[in-house]
């Protein structure tokens, strides 16, 4: 949580000379992008992570990252585009469906958009309730299963309201 001090460190390992091992300096490019995202250095981060996608094109979380800064510079439909990127790829969870519905709102295709955040949800919810049921049945906890549960039925919530707004 010391963005600070990890952004030093990682700008030390991305800059090592080009004889050095190319995963570290790749992971420690991914490093720096993360820092300056936390640290709402939003432009930086946003050139770091577009050259990470060159080398790494199959990674999500960095479209999710990248749909987040075009979020917060009101540019929703390439936010929707990353958004749609990143849970493509496997990172598909309850935030990523959340801040797609959202910005639904600000898009022509907001329809399909939401037929589409309805059809992530329902996969969500099938594999969350498939492994809540295998841990039960174990007699296991799952660490953080109320906070999960919590912003489902937040998600569910804006769901409704955007089928009742949309499809009306």
Avoid at 11 to 21: G, T, V
Avoid at 96 to 105: A, E, G, M, N, V
Wanted: proline share 2%.
């Amino acid at each position: 949580k010391d963005f600070k001090n990890a952004k030093k460190y990682f700008s030390k390992a991305k800059n090592q000379p080009k004889s050095y091992n190319g995963k570290i300096r790749t992971q420690a490019l991914f490093g720096l992008a993360q820092a300056e995202f936390s640290l709402k250095n939003f432009k930086t981060a946003k050139k770091l992570l577009i050259r990470y996608q060159a080398r790494e094109p199959l990674q999500p979380y960095s479209y999710y990252l990248l749909g987040r800064i075009f979020e917060k510079e009101k540019n929703y439909s390439q936010a929707a585009l990353f958004y749609k990127d990143a849970i493509r790829l496997g990172f598909a969870g309850i935030e990523q469906i959340y801040h797609l519905l959202k910005i639904s709102f600000y898009l022509k295709e907001k329809d399909a958009i939401i037929k589409y955040v309805i059809a992530k949800y329902k996969e969500f919810k099938k594999g969350f309730n498939r492994v809540k049921n295998a841990s039960l049945k174990k007699g296991k906890n799952i660490k953080g299963i109320r906070n999960v549960e919590k912003k489902m039925v937040t998600l569910e919530r804006g769901i409704n309201n955007a089928k009742n707004k949309s499809f009306a």
